[in-house]
């Protein structure tokens, strides 16, 4: 079970982009990367297109390395690290380390 989820609201503990908070837009665990909302903005060389016919500058969310963010709890307000535990049924749930709360 993955530790983080598209959707999910992150910080941004360290790098140029620190303390930056954002919603996760795309998520790669084999290469180890998130996109992040409004977050590591990059600037972006475009070739003419049939879609974009004049090309140019384009801006775009950069990626950001998986240990460099952070799953925010919205009660606490606070960044927190995810862990795993089984329900009754036998299912895995994703809680908050610092609060133990469920977090889905």
């Given at each position: 079970m993955q530790k983080l989820r598209k959707g999910d609201?992150?910080?941004?503990?360290?790098?140029k982009c620190k303390g930056e908070e954002g919603i996760?837009?795309?998520i790669?665990?084999?290469?180890?990367y998130v996109v992040v909302e409004k977050v590591n903005m990059i600037k972006?060389?475009?070739?003419?297109?049939?879609?974009?016919?004049?090309?140019?500058?384009?801006?775009l969310?950069?990626?950001i390395h998986l240990?460099?963010?952070?799953?925010?709890?919205k009660k606490a307000k606070k960044p927190s690290r995810v862990g795993i535990i089984f329900d009754e049924k036998g299912k895995k749930k994703r809680i908050f380390k610092?609060?133990?709360?469920?977090?889905?």
């Open positions: 609201t992150v910080k941004v503990i360290t790098g996760i837009k795309k790669s665990y084999k290469d180890g972006k060389h475009k070739k003419p297109t049939n879609d974009n016919p004049e090309g140019g500058i384009v801006e969310e950069g990626k240990s460099n963010v952070m799953i925010i709890d610092k609060s133990k709360k469920i977090i889905d």
